[in-house]
T-cell receptor, first 112, second 113 residues
């Protein structure tokens, strides 16, 4: 099992550009989520999904879109990048609602 | 929103010493998780706790789910240099949005050989 994989590892964007952060898991987990990690702020939930076709907003959803067309994949889209979105982004998955979450290696995004 | 208070923020200890850190909340939690994060990596799950009073060990690590359901602690015995990293607690509030975890801000552990 590869677990949770994320691509790219690093990305630099200019303000206004769009991009998609990829996340995939091969553990057949129903629950997937996206977090951002900023210095001194811990991990904050952006969006989450309890299964294919179902998504919902977390604590800091503005500026981000998600979709879940398959169990395995949960991409995060930035439609118009802003410097405030400079952060490290982590994808996580778990077997179901109440189980522990497993994290990917992260994507370090810089918006200039 | 709900917050977790994790302490201490940082620790600088000698190799071989024991370490203790904790998380507290003003509300009741159903789940407590402890993660370790190395620089440039994602958080790695150390211990998961699902019942009040539960005490669980993973090698030199021991964590407990407080009986009030509002706190948890993590102990590391006989620390070694590879214990260096940031330790996060995470909790799932009772009655909260499905599956959503709340994270503490982390305890940065430094170990002097």
């Amino acid at each position: 099992n590869a677990g949770v994989t994320q691509t790219p590892k690093f990305q630099v964007l200019k303000t206004g550009q769009s991009m998609t952060l990829q996340c995939a898991q091969d553990m057949n987990h129903e629950y997937m989520s996206w977090y951002r990690q900023d210095p001194g702020m811990g991990l904050r939930l952006i969006h989450y999904s309890v299964g294919a076709g179902i998504t919902d907003q977390g604590e800091v959803p503005n500026g981000y879109n998600v979709s879940r067309s398959t169990t395995e994949d949960f991409p995060l889209r930035l439609l118009s990048a802003a410097p405030s979105q400079t952060s490290v982004y982590f994808c996580a998955s778990s077997y179901s609602l109440d189980y522990e979450q497993y994290f990917g290696p992260g994507t370090r995004l810089t918006v200039t | 929103g709900q917050q977790l208070n994790q302490s201490p923020q940082s620790m600088f200890i000698q190799e071989g010493e024991d370490v203790s850190m904790n998380c507290t909340s003003s509300s009741i939690f159903n789940t407590w998780l402890w993660y370790k994060q190395d620089p440039g990596e994602g958080p790695v799950l150390l211990i998961a706790l699902y019942k009040a009073g539960e005490l669980t060990s993973n090698g030199r690590l021991t964590a407990q789910f407080g009986i009030t359901r509002k706190d948890s602690f993590l102990n590391i015995s006989a620390s070694i240099p590879s214990d260096v990293g940031i330790y996060f607690c995470a909790g799932r509030p009772a009655g909260g949005s499905q599956g959503n975890l709340i994270f503490g801000k982390g305890t940065k552990l430094s170990v002097k050989p």
